[in-house]
């Protein structure tokens, strides 16, 4: 199974991005979808969430009100709309996939993701 990311680019600050990430491969019957961004020298940290039913979803304070994430289940994608961004915003950003438990919205932690796809790097200017 594979993940690819793409979308990221260079923009200035206020600007918006629109990422995406397209399962390929032996896709699975059930997963949650997540985006995930890391800094140099920082940790890979949650971004936001969307669970199976594609109705729940879950943000990390830093992005709540300006990141929106959304899917298609029958195209195994997942998009990231990312508006109002900020030079802080600047990182990778990896998309990943939960296949243990899809329907449970609150699960931030990257151990809890079976697959990641290979980051697209996001830079906001100042």
């Known amino acids: 199974v594979q993940l690819q990311a793409s979308g990221g680019g260079l923009v200035q600050a206020g600007g918006s991005l629109r990422l995406s990430c397209a399962a390929s491969?032996?896709?699975?019957?059930?997963?949650?979808l997540a985006w995930f961004r890391q800094a140099p020298g920082k940790e890979r940290e949650f971004v936001a969430r969307?669970?199976?039913?594609?109705?729940?979803?879950l943000y990390a304070d830093s992005v709540k009100g300006r990141f929106t994430i959304s899917g298609d289940n029958a195209k195994n994608t997942v998009w990231l709309q990312m508006n109002s961004l900020k030079p802080e915003d600047t990182a990778v950003y990896y998309c990943?996939?939960?296949?243990?438990?899809?329907?449970?919205?609150?699960?931030?932690?990257?151990?809890?993701?079976?697959?990641w796809g290979q980051g697209t790097q996001v830079t906001v200017s100042s």
């Open positions: 969307l669970t199976w039913s594609g109705t729940n979803t």
């Open positions: 491969g032996r896709t699975f019957s059930r997963y949650a």
């Open positions: 990943a996939a939960d296949t243990r438990y899809p329907s449970v919205e609150k699960r931030t932690l990257t151990i809890f993701y079976d697959y």
